[in-house]
């Protein structure tokens, strides 16, 4: 008989979940981890209103609450440098048929070694609903070099995660 208290309180708080809905599980237990990727080239500075020559990719987070965002830039092949290349990213809310900006984030100091960035700006996202993100691979002006410069062989990264440890592509 010890067994029958807990028994229904489970089944009140089960109960109480299906009528309130899922949205209400605690957001803990809640983890996303999403990667894009952009390998055309904009020869502009990364600026909240970038979208020209970039990847354009709409997504629905799994959780809602405070994402990472994390940006990279990655080559391969002999004589590519990913120094000459920086990733932007650009998050926007999709209501309706418009977007709306919400963040920016991007690789620093490229041209000295920084193909992977160590800022990470924040952006709040809710589960269920619509964004896209426009991931761009940029070469380093800061050095002078162009998008010739900045090899076929690299490519921009854009990566958000939620409750998990830093995702990479």
Do not use: W
């Amino acid at each position: 008989m010890s067994k029958a208290p807990s028994t229904s309180s489970a089944m009140v708080i089960l109960a109480v979940f299906l009528f309130l809905g899922v949205s209400v599980m605690p957001s803990f237990a809640c983890q996303d981890c999403q990667c894009f990727s952009d390998n055309t080239c904009s020869d502009v500075e990364c600026a909240s209103n970038l979208t020209a020559n970039c990847t354009r990719s709409e997504f629905t987070p799994a959780c809602t609450g405070t994402y990472i965002i994390r940006t990279e830039t990655r080559c391969s092949g002999s004589g590519s440098n990913c120094t000459l290349c920086y990733s932007c990213a650009n998050i926007f809310k999709l209501t309706g048929g418009t977007e709306i900006f919400l963040a920016n984030g991007h690789t620093n100091a490229c041209g000295f070694g920084g193909c992977v960035a160590t800022v990470y700006p924040t952006v709040n996202l809710i589960a269920g609903s619509t964004y896209v993100i426009y991931t761009c691979k940029l070469p380093c002006s800061q050095i002078g070099t162009t998008c010739e410069s900045c090899s076929a062989n690299c490519t921009a990264y854009a990566c958000i995660s939620y409750n998990t440890v830093l995702c990479t592509p």
